[in-house]
Structures are given as C-alpha cells and as structure tokens.
C-alpha cells in the first residue's frame, strides 16, 4: 500500500469517527463557512498564546508550546468538520471552497508568525528561519494545486498537504511538553560546534525543520507532476 493510500484510509477512518458531531452540528443550524471561520478564530488564539508566551514567559518554559499544540489541533478539527459538513447539508458551493481556501492560507501564516515570533524571541533564531521557510513551502504546495486545477490538471499528489502540516506541528508541541514535564531539562552540546545539539525544544523545532524540507519538496514535486502532464 503506498504512503497516498495509507493517508488516505486514514482520513476516511477520521470523517467517519467525526459523524457524530457533524450531526450534531447539522441540527444547530451552523454554517460550513461559520465552522471555517471558528477554526480560524481558534487559529489566532493559538498564535496568541505563542506571542504573549514571547513576551512574558521565560525561556524553557513549557507551556506556551504546550497549550498551542492543543489549540492548533483543535483548530485543525474544525478544518476537517467544514468540508464534510458541507456535503451533509448540501451546502458546497464555489464561494465556500474558495472562501474555505483563502481562509486556510491566513490560519496557516498566522500559525507560522506565531512559531516564528516565538522562536526569534528567545534567540532560537535558526528555527525562527526554518518556520519561515516551512511557511513558504506550505504556501507553495497549496498555491501549485491550486493554479494546476485553474489550468485543468489535478493535482493532489505529495505527502505534505495541510492536515499532515497541522499534525506534524500539533503533535510535536504536545510532545515537547508531555516529555519535557517527565524529564526536565536537558541539553546534549559538544565542543566541536558552537550551538546546542539538541535540547528540549528539539523535540518541536526537528519537526518544523522536516516540514520546511518536505513542504518544499512536495511543492516541487507537484510542478514535475504538472510538468509532465501538460
């Protein structure tokens, strides 16, 4: 089974656990463009909790990583709830996927200025940069697909589109926090480099360093796959 159809099994399994609550919001009356716009809102907040954690906070303290993992990820909960719940109700229209799209482009900016305000704050400044260049590669894989499909070519293939993007930055923030709160701090350095080779934060700026690689990579990898269709 490749990667694609794993991933995809996988989504398939996570709309169907999701049933339940898109009933549920079938019966309030809410609107898949009122869920796009709650997940946004819950977006800033995460991004929020970042920079008040930037200037308030301390460096090595936990929480504010911690807490934006769990906000981001419910931000992304609800990313997966407009989409399904617009096909409930019948509800899809050109302007709710394109509002859905433009929408999920400023979440993920603002997401990243978050992660890079941070980061840049207490002089994690190579990560700071690596944000931003995941960032771009985020961008980029959603503007290729989206300028291919304008042009009449479907382009849907690569491994990092958003819900793994969200997943990958939610998780390794909850991570961070779970394992920083049983182990303390801890730093592994050597005299053979003058910066820090791994230490708690690790353990979330790894994961933004895989995504600024892989986000680019799938980006171009669409362009080739464009390129070889038209």
């Known amino acids: 089974m490749s990667d694609n159809n794993l991933w995809n099994n996988i989504k398939t399994s996570a709309y169907k656990a ?9 019966k309030t009356g809410i609107t898949p463009n009122g869920i796009t716009v709650t997940g946004f809102i819950i977006t800033i907040f995460a991004a929020v909790i970042l920079i008040v954690g930037a200037e308030t906070g301390k460096r090595g303290d936990i929480k504010y ?11 992304g909960l609800f ?7 617009a096909r409930k109700t019948g509800k899809m229209t050109k302007f709710g996927a394109l509002f859905d799209s433009v929408i999920d482009r400023y979440s993920e900016m603002i997401m990243f200025f978050g992660i890079a305000y941070y980061l840049v704050s207490y002089h994690y400044f190579l990560s700071g940069v690596l944000a931003f260049i995941a960032m771009i590669g985020s961008i980029m894989v959603s503007y290729v697909r989206a300028r291919a499909e304008g042009l009449g070519v479907d382009c849907k293939i690569g491994l990092m589109q958003r819900p793994e993007r969200i997943l990958t930055i939610g998780i390794s ?8 709160r049983f182990t303390g701090t801890f730093k592994i350095e050597t005299d053979v480099f003058p910066y820090t080779l ?16 892989l986000t680019n990579y799938t980006a ?5 796959h464009c390129r070889k269709k038209m």
């Open 65 to 75: 990583i911690t807490w934006f993992g769990i906000v981001i990820l419910i931000a």
């Open 198 to 213: 791994f230490e708690n934060i690790s353990i979330f700026t790894i994961p933004i360093f895989i995504l600024a690689v």
């Open 220 to 224: 171009f990898q669409r362009l080739n």
């Open 18 to 26: 999701l049933q339940p609550i898109i009933n549920l919001l079938v």
């Open 173 to 180: 923030a909850l991570l961070y926090g779970i394992i920083s």
């Open 79 to 85: 990313d997966m709830l407009d989409g399904q719940l």
